[in-house]
Nanobody, 122 residues
Framework: QVQFVESGGGLVQAGGSLTLSCAAS????????LGWYRQAPGKQRELVAV???????TYADSVKGRFTISRDGAKNTAYLQMSGLKPEDTAVYLC????????????????WGQGTQVTVSS
């Protein structure tokens, strides 16, 4: 099963920067994709950024140009560099992994960590 160690959340002023990290560990499964979703009060969970084991990235339109996701494959660790933070970025950021029994083969399953709070003050 996939387990996460998430860090980097906190309080930052608008316009500031913050970096999140997520270390994913698994048994049995192979991790194909790592990234973050976020959920703000009263809003649906939304994708922020993900990166595949091949290095392909996907970003939410609202964070393009401000957030950068990267990964360390050997450690199954992802990093989310956030700059130009806005109050509307305030949310719980949930580390995400997509895993399969074999690398890029067979059914894939989605997993989320418990999340870390990011608060951006005006």
């Amino acid at each position: 099963q996939v387990q996460f160690v998430e860090s980097g959340g906190g309080l930052v002023q608008a316009g500031g920067s913050l970096t999140l990290s997520c270390a994913a560990s698994i048994s049995s499964f192979s991790i194909n994709t790592l990234g973050w979703y976020r959920q703000a009060p009263g809003k649906q969970r939304e994708l922020v950024a993900v990166i595949t084991d091949g290095g392909t990235t996907t970003y939410a339109d609202s964070v393009k140009g401000r957030f950068t996701i990267s990964r360390d494959g050997a450690k199954n660790t992802a990093y989310l560099q956030m700059s130009g933070l806005k109050p509307e970025d305030t949310a719980v950021y949930l580390c995400y992994a997509k895993a399969s029994w074999y690398p890029n083969l067979g059914p894939e399953y989605d997993y989320w960590g418990q999340g870390t709070q990011v608060t951006v003050s005006s």
